[in-house]
């Protein structure tokens, strides 16, 4: 696909991804003009998988808390043709996932000998 100019041409590009075995999104959003495509995914497989089959070379993560519980929106852009097309994923975490990105060497230390 060369083009993103109307809505089938970028419902395809989705159809093309499911038909290739890759897990359709549970939610998407296309902007009115066919500016901007959003794809939901389920887990960080399919997500993994969606931005691989796009090419997204742009790559952010955002943590934040929402109301007590701590989330971890991946999301992956990719520009075609004018249009932007991001697949997001969002996850809950806990507190002890974040403890880990504070370490600097994760791997535990041998204690000392006396």
Request: net charge negative.
């Amino acid at each position: 696909m060369t083009e993103l100019a109307t809505r089938a041409q970028a419902f395809g590009l989705i159809a093309d991804g499911v038909a290739a075995g890759l897990s359709a999104p549970w939610r998407l959003y296309l902007a009115r003009g066919c500016r901007y495509l959003s794809l939901s995914v389920g887990d960080r497989a399919e997500w993994n998988a969606w931005r691989t089959h796009l090419g997204c070379p742009e790559l952010s993560v955002r943590v934040y808390d929402a109301g007590g519980e701590i989330r971890r929106a991946s999301v992956a852009e990719v520009v075609l043709d004018g249009c932007r097309i991001s697949v997001e994923l969002v996850e809950e975490v806990s507190t002890d996932d974040l403890d880990r990105l504070l370490v600097v060497d994760p791997t535990p230390a041998e204690p000392e000998e006396r």
